[in-house]
């Protein structure tokens, strides 16, 4: 086989050559257009067009200390739960700016450490994480850099760490104030390991509350703890199922475990809500695509991602690295699959 000739990576004094203009022009042609003379702009940028030319951001952070680049650490890409967040997140970004880097823990502290020092070693300006619960040392390398962070999908007055979300545990004591008001006293519970997931255990924990404020006690609440998934959500609610008290109604973690709930409830024949009741958590564009429409907790996505690019935008002009926290609301989408108990 025959090799392929190396060619030599375009720099900016190629451009400025095959344009015929200085390399200054081409710089602020690239970096400020409006300063430019429209037909210079346009022959340049047929120059840049034609040889490929990108700019050397490696030699433009050294020179200019600046990355225009922030990160974001997400749990999982393998669904939509954190979609419109990130896409709001990075909308906002863009309109000042700004580059967004995106790394997947996979739900595993070790990688997510890894994640935010990479992010950070590559220029990352400020962060943006998922959830409270990660060690100590992680916030303190954070600190020490004076990296501008916000904490989402989470909120914590009690917590320190700035924070843009919303409560998940009262979310969840609302939807649960729902369920038992319905009749429901045998509640099954699909949900994420709650041993290194701070939302998950508080949505655990609003169940609870509630059962305890209703005198409920918690032997009527069966927990299914598995990976976010759709079958991993019907697997989960067969076993639930055949437990030797069925409960009456599954409450999920999110709109992934509750479709496959769904799905699996009428593979077995059952007729939700009339047989079952189910409802999920987040509000994602499943859950009025399922049939029956599910009933879930709305979780404010866009505005989070929205918001939190601002206050980071803002950290990162002032050379602040403390804000304000903010509380955002989280209300319960009332649909199809919730209904009075069974029995």
């Known amino acids: 086989m025959k090799k392929r000739a190396k060619k030599n990576v375009a720099t900016l004094t190629d451009v400025a050559r095959e344009a015929n203009v200085s390399t200054a022009t ?40 600046r990355s225009n680049t922030v990160g974001a650490v997400i749990p999982t890409m393998e669904n939509s739960i954190f979609a419109r967040g990130i896409q709001a997140f990075q909308e906002e970004l863009s309109l000042h700016g700004y580059t967004l880097l995106v790394a997947s823990s996979s739900y595993q502290p070790d990688i997510e450490e890894k994640q935010i020092r990479n992010l950070v070693a590559r220029g990352a300006e400020a962060l943006l994480l998922i959830g409270y619960q990660r060690d100590s040392r992680i916030y303190q390398f954070l600190e020490n850099r004076r990296l501008p962070f916000v904490i989402t999908w989470a909120f914590d007055q009690s917590k320190d760490h700035l924070a843009i979300g919303f409560d998940n ?25 709650t041993s290194n997931n701070d939302r998950s255990h508080s949505r655990l924990l609003g169940i609870k509350n509630v059962m305890k404020q209703y005198a409920i006690d918690e032997s009527h609440l069966a927990v299914e703890q598995t990976t976010y998934a759709i079958e991993s959500g019907a697997a989960a609610f067969e076993a639930l199922m055949q437990r030797p008290v069925k409960p009456t109604v599954v409450m999920c973690g999110n709109d992934v475990l509750a479709v496959g709930a769904i799905n699996k409830a009428k593979n077995m024949g059952l007729n939700i809500p009339e047989d079952i009741s189910i409802t999920g958590f987040d509000d994602i564009e499943l859950a009025t695509v399922i049939e029956p429409n599910l009933t879930t907790v709305h979780v404010p996505h866009r505005q989070m991602g929205r918001r939190s690019a601002q206050t980071l935008i803002n950290m990162i002009n002032t050379n602040q690295t403390i804000s304000d926290s903010e509380e955002l609301s989280a209300y319960i989408c009332m649909r199809d699959t919730l209904g009075k108990s069974a029995r």
């Open 26 to 65: 081409v710089s602020r042609c690239l970096n400020l257009p409006e300063q430019v003379d429209p037909k210079t702009h346009a022959r340049v940028m047929i120059a840049v067009e034609k040889l490929s030319y990108t700019p050397n951001f490696g030699a433009k952070i050294m020179a200019e200390r």
């Open 169 to 193: 545990q009262s979310a969840m004591e609302a939807l649960a104030e729902k369920v038992l008001n319905l009749g429901h006293k045998d509640i099954g519970l699909i949900i994420a390991d």
